[in-house]
């Protein structure tokens, strides 16, 4: 069993900075991909983000390429999210989700065992 609990969620004028972070519970951390997904309002859940259980194999969504980074700390159980030239448009409830072996390509929700409970970020025009 994994609890995720996310952080760093606020209010950021566009073209600013917010790092989330997702703290993991259990001794298995290293052991699962970790990805982000954010839904807006009235939209369905979209993939943001992916990091490999092994490795350091990422992948990202199109919108946000160049502009967010996914990394990890295994010693810290924790994976993080910075975004940078934030635009109106990432305004979303950020969730962290965790995939136990996964091979970290997955962009479909159904993918992920475990799930955090967001965190909101809103980028103001």
């Known amino acids: 069993q994994v609890q995720l609990v996310e952080s760093g969620g606020g209010l950021v004028q566009a073209g600013g900075s917010l790092r989330l972070s997702c703290a993991a519970s259990?001794?298995?951390?290293?052991?699962?991909?970790m990805a982000w997904f954010r839904q807006a309002p009235g939209k369905e859940r979209e993939f943001v983000t992916a990091?490999?259980?092994?490795?350091?194999?990422?992948v990202y969504a199109d919108s946000v390429k160049g502009r967010f980074t996914i990394s990890r700390d295994n010693a810290k159980n924790t994976v993080y999210l910075q975004m940078n030239s934030l635009k109106p448009e990432d305004t979303a409830v950020y969730y962290c989700?965790?995939?136990?072996?996964?091979?970290?390509?997955?962009?479909?929700?159904?993918?992920?065992?475990?799930w955090g409970q967001g965190t909101q970020v809103t980028v103001s025009s």
């Open positions: 259990g001794r298995t951390f290293s052991s699962y991909t």
């Open positions: 989700a965790a995939d136990y072996l996964g091979s970290g390509s997955s962009y479909y929700t159904f993918a992920y065992e475990y």
């Open positions: 990091i490999r259980w092994s490795g350091s194999a990422t």
